[in-house]
């Protein structure tokens, strides 16, 4: 699992979205449960949990989940990361363009940080 932490969110990046309940040291979290996850079968179409923004249970900082087995091409990749740093601005902000702003720049430091990801895991792989 890849963990960054940042001024306003915890960034954490997987290719199992079980990794959550690891990280947070929980059996459940936000109304979905480990047991669950750990028998959903998580593939490029389908995931027990494609992305997550929500308030660590320990120190109530927010966080931001990706999949990255959803992160199948740009496109995908751009919509489910734009769609979690969303929810993320609508907690920090009220002025309309400074919420789009900040989640749109966020964005793209998150898809960065997938893309060497998933560059560096194909470099492995052959």
């Known amino acids: 699992m890849i963990i960054s932490k940042n001024d306003n969110y915890i960034l954490l990046i997987s290719y199992n979205p079980c990794d959550l309940f690891w990280y947070f040291n929980t059996d459940e979290l936000h109304g979905i449960n480990r ?3 750990e028998a959903y079968n998580n593939t490029s179409k389908d995931a027990y ?14 966080y931001i989940f990706i999949n990255l087995s959803r992160c199948i091409n740009d ?11 969303m929810h993320l601005a609508f907690t920090l902000f009220e002025d309309e363009e400074e919420l789009i702003t900040y989640a749109e720049s966020e964005a793209y430091k998150i898809i960065k940080i997938i893309n ?3 560059k560096t895991t194909q470099n492995k792989q052959q």
């Not at 660590?56 to 900082?61: M, R």
């Not at 995908?76 to 769609?83: A, E, N």
């Open 49 to 62: 949990i494609a992305g997550m923004c929500n308030i660590d249970p320990h120190t109530g900082k927010r």
């Open 35 to 37: 047991k669950d996850c």
């Open 116 to 118: 060497h990801e998933i």
């Open 75 to 85: 496109i995908h990749t751009m919509g489910l990361v734009m769609h979690e740093t």
